[in-house]
Structures are given as C-alpha cells and as structure tokens.
C-alpha cells in the first residue's frame, strides 16, 4: 500500500469529515479530492488551521493517542487581555468537566499573528478589546482550547490551529493542501 499524507488548512465553517448525515454542510470532500485519507484528530466546526490526513492507521493511532503527547500549536484570539494570573493557571492547568487539563505552554502575542481574514469575521465591540495568545497542547480534548480559557475569564473568539508536532501551516490559504515535503516525511517516519 502507498501511504498519502496531506496537510490541509481547514477553513471556518468546514467540518472535519468527509461525509454529512444533514448534507448541506461544507465537508472536506469539498477540497481534497484525495479518496480514503482520514484526518488525523479533529477541529471543530468553528475553528481553522492546520489538519493532517492520512491513510496510515500506525501515524494516526501515534498522533492521536494521548500517551504519546504530540504537541499541537493554536493562536487564540480571546475576549479582553488576559492578565499574568490567567496565563499562569492555563499553564498549568485547569479544571474543565470535572477535569484538570495537562500544562500547557502559553504566552501572549504581542502582535496580531498572520492570518487570513475570517468569514464571517469575528464580533467586534468597541468597548471590549481583543488579544491573541499562542497555546500548545499535549493532549487533544473535545474543545478543549475554547473551554480552557473561558475557566479563566477569556472567552475564544477565534482559534487557529498553526502546528501538529513539527508540521506547520505555513505555506497554505484556507482551503488548500498539500502533500508533506521530505522533510515532513522523515519526521513521520520516526514514529
């Protein structure tokens, strides 16, 4: 069997499936017309960035197995300013469902992160300001990111998913994919 890995930058409002039981919702099968590639984890409906897929059973069940902590990078932009106390508790953890997540590592961005205009765009409101904090995860739970800093005070309004371990979105538009280059592969084949 050839293996195909894809790296994909998943658009806002695009579920991370191939199929849709209500079949009027934007799909993958809508960009990558690569058959029997599965994506490695999930975003959700209302988060974009970076999806790997893959037709390997042995790579997905290594990056997705929480034992093996892979590091996977978002950019959150979050209600107000998180403040040095908040930042803190994501790092080392917070209780979420009755769960206190893994540390993680955090820090603000002191500028906007590049990234393509969203559509639609996020709410905007004068009297609330906006800021962006860089989170990486070792472990993947169900909106995870959006449910950790709102135990903190800092709702996400907008989150981006920029690296799986050492596999970057650099490169791509929201919508498009591409094969991993040799060097991506090389990574891979270490697991």
Partial sequence: MTYRYLLFYKPYNVLSQFTDRQSHRTTLKDF???????PVGRLDRDSEGLLLLTNNGR???????????????YWA???RIPDQWALDQLRRGVMIQNYCTQPAQVRSLSEVPPSPPRDPP???RKAVPTAWIEITLTEGRNRQVRRM?????????????????????NGLEPGEWRELNSTELKWLEKL
Avoid: N
């Fill in 77 to 79: 932009q979050v209600e």
């Fill in 122 to 124: 996020i709410r905007f």
């Fill in 32 to 38: 990558i017309p690569v058959p029997k590639v599965y």
């Fill in 149 to 169: 800093t709102a135990a903190v005070g800092f709702p996400t309004l907008r989150l981006i998913r920029v690296a799986i371990a050492h596999l970057r979105v």
């Fill in 59 to 73: 790579v997905q069940h290594r990056l997705t197995e929480p034992r093996f902590g892979h590091p996977r990078t």
